[in-house]
């Protein structure tokens, strides 16, 4: 493993360097979001519900738009880079809001500002590198985001325990949002094959795609809707007693795992099928909800479940994109990416909307059946009618 990666191109080393920055930015806030909108805005769980869903969604739509036309256009940079602009500009700006309802449209700029590089950046990784190498290419770039979700949360620990207030914390990203747009400018277009650079015709649907990957699309989807937002388990974990000033370094634990693991199990899957790696993680994430359902759940019990969910990270991050890699035709790679970021993040609306109705509504106990059950599902669909036709081509 450590032989292929000092072999992998500098784009790819410079995409996860542009992550690990961005992150730990991003991961800095991300877990003190619930506690600032219960605390500060006074906002509960439906309010949450709905800011991560129309977020996500809209992350995801703009994920196809900008995969299409890259697969058109030819160009990566100019997407990347303006991604991580609007992010770098968007973050701090949370400490100025005054309600949920102005979180809401920070939120939304911050993740069109992801939909817009998230499918050109997978693209440009698939590019960069041969098939044989795409699963340790992206286990390497979801490791070095995750080592930045561990940086991030850590230094929100640190500000925390000096008594920082939460508003201030906020003004913190903009450093790192001005040092990620910097690298990113950096960055170069792979070289592209003869013949490859004649325009395409703009369409928005999965024409030229092979029925393996459409299937595959839809059962991501369909897990993506047991996949609600990360901060109600951040949230569950403080209703279960976590002190408040632990709950970032809960967070970075789970990022510290995905960042030790990630890399070798996804380079572990360039070796062996990438199905069993996805297959046994959805069905371990849907055991970690099951648990997270328990009521006298202890801390120690949280932490442990909150440990295999890293591990589910880890097998699961760069595994994924690394299949949709394999299944994408020539020229479409990006299109590829954009419809499989649509089907995974589009979900998430319905999904933290009904998770957090069913969360202050009902109890926390139905939210996580809920979602361990839909989860449960997308493994049976999974193995006996997405997989199948993999099976008898092998």
């Known amino acids: 493993m450590f032989k292929t990666l000092s072999t992998l191109p500098k784009t790819v080393w410079l995409i996860g360097l542009i992550s690990f920055v961005?992150?730990?930015?991003?991961?800095m806030l991300y877990p003190l979001m619930p506690l600032y909108l219960a605390s500060v805005l006074m906002a509960g769980p439906k309010a949450i519900g709905i800011i991560e869903g129309?977020?996500?969604?809209?992350?995801?739509l703009f994920k196809l738009v900008s995969g299409v036309i890259v697969d058109r256009t030819k160009?990566?940079?100019p997407w990347i880079v303006f991604g991580y602009?609007?992010?770098?500009?968007?973050?701090?700006?949370?400490?100025?809001?005054?309600?949920?309802l102005v979180v809401l449209m920070i939120r939304f700029t911050d993740r069109l500002g992801k939909g817009l590089r998230s499918s050109p950046r997978d693209a440009l990784l698939a590019e960069s590198v041969p098939a044989n190498q795409r699963g340790i290419t992206f286990g390497l770039h979801r490791s070095m985001d995750n080592a930045g979700a561990v940086v991030g949360p850590i230094l929100a620990a640190f500000l925390l325990a000096q008594h920082v207030p939460l508003r201030e914390i906020f003004f913190w990203a903009i450093i790192p949002g001005v040092i990620t747009v910097m690298l990113a400018l950096c960055l170069k277009e792979p070289p592209r094959v003869a013949g490859d650079d004649a325009p395409l015709k703009f369409t928005w649907s999965m024409a030229g795609l092979p029925p393996e990957f459409k299937r595959y699309i839809l059962v991501v989807g369909l897990f993506a809707l047991s996949n609600s937002s990360d901060m109600f388990l951040l949230l569950r974990a403080r209703e279960l007693g976590v002190p408040q000033e632990q709950i970032p370094l809960l967070w970075a634990t789970i990022s510290l795992i995905t960042t030790v693991f990630g890399t070798p199990l996804s380079a572990l899957s360039d070796r062996f099928s990438r199905r069993y790696f996805i297959a046994i993680a959805w069905a371990a994430y849907a055991l970690i909800y099951a648990g997270m359902s328990y009521s006298n759940l202890t801390v120690g019990w949280l932490f442990g479940l909150f440990a295999l969910y890293g591990l589910f990270k880890a097998a699961t991050e760069g595994v994924e994109k690394a299949l949709v890699a394999d299944l994408a035709p020539s020229g479409l790679t990006g299109t590829a990416f954009?419809?499989?970021?649509?089907?995974?993040g589009i979900m998430l609306l319905p999904a933290s909307l009904i998770f957090g109705w069913l969360y202050e509504s009902s109890s926390p106990t139905t939210a996580f059946l809920f979602s361990g059950a839909c989860s449960a599902f997308a493994v049976l669909l999974l193995i006996f009618w997405v997989y199948r036709p993999i099976k008898e081509k092998t």
């Not at 954009?338 to 995974?344: C, I, R």
């Open 338 to 344: 954009g419809w499989f970021n649509l089907s995974s």
């Open 54 to 60: 129309i977020a996500e969604a809209t992350s995801s």
């Open 75 to 77: 160009k990566t940079k």
């Open 85 to 100: 602009l609007l992010a770098g500009i968007g973050r701090p700006l949370i400490a100025f809001a005054n309600s949920w």
């Open 22 to 27: 961005n992150d730990s930015a991003s991961e």
